[in-house]
């Protein structure tokens, strides 16, 4: 899976991370791993004007999701064959964001791992509009949140555990000393 991120916002952000909770939000989605997807992070003028442009409403606003048309069938994960093709693009907002963070008590960065998802799930054509499709969407979005910090800490017990045996080993002459995995291998 193909992610592409510009962050042209003048905030500095992890983007290792959003593209990292957008690819797990694809994967959980069951989109085809050849889609290709593209993130930027825009300036509070920038995003007023995109805005403006394609949702008629003045002023910033938090995410904006602009999906190809011409993808209909392999939108939805529960499409009979998904394509790989551009899916569409995901704008984000950081520095409108980050007051709906402070708000939501949470990091800016949990803030923009909600919108990436969200956006995704735009660009797979769920929407909002009606009471029934905002409970689909928001439960979808929380459901994935939950997953993806769930796997992330995860990831991080088993990596610390790892470096905690790798000390152990190390300390009993078990294993090689760090940076002399190279020489043992050759």
């Given at each position: 899976m193909s992610i592409e991120i510009a962050n042209e916002s003048g905030v500095r952000i992890d983007d290792s991370s959003i593209v990292?909770?957008?690819?797990?939000?694809?994967?959980?989605?069951?989109?085809?791993?050849?889609?290709?997807?593209?993130?930027?992070?825009?300036?509070?003028?920038?995003?007023?004007?995109?805005?403006?442009?394609?949702?008629?409403?003045?002023?910033?606003t938090d995410v904006l999701a602009f999906p190809m048309d011409e993808l209909e069938a392999a939108r939805r994960p529960d499409a009979a064959e998904a394509s790989g093709a551009l899916l569409g693009d995901i704008v984000l907002c950081p520095a409108y964001a980050k007051d709906q963070a402070r708000t939501a008590g949470h990091a800016l960065l949990a803030e923009l791992h909600l919108l990436t998802v969200h956006g995704v799930l735009h660009l797979l054509g769920y929407d909002h509009a009606?009471?029934?499709?905002?409970?689909e969407m928001f439960t979808l979005q929380r459901r994935i949140l939950e997953e993806f910090h769930a796997a992330r800490e995860a990831a991080e017990r088993k990596a610390a555990q790892r470096d905690a045996d790798d000390q152990v080993l190390g300390a009993v002459g078990l294993s090689d000393p760090p940076g002399n995995e190279a020489a043992s291998r050759g």
């Open positions: 990292s909770v957008a690819r797990f939000a694809l994967d959980r989605m069951g989109v085809s791993p050849l889609a290709e997807l593209s993130i930027a992070l825009v300036e509070l003028d920038t995003m007023s004007d995109l805005h403006r442009q394609y949702m008629e409403l003045d002023g910033p009606e009471p029934a499709e905002e409970r």
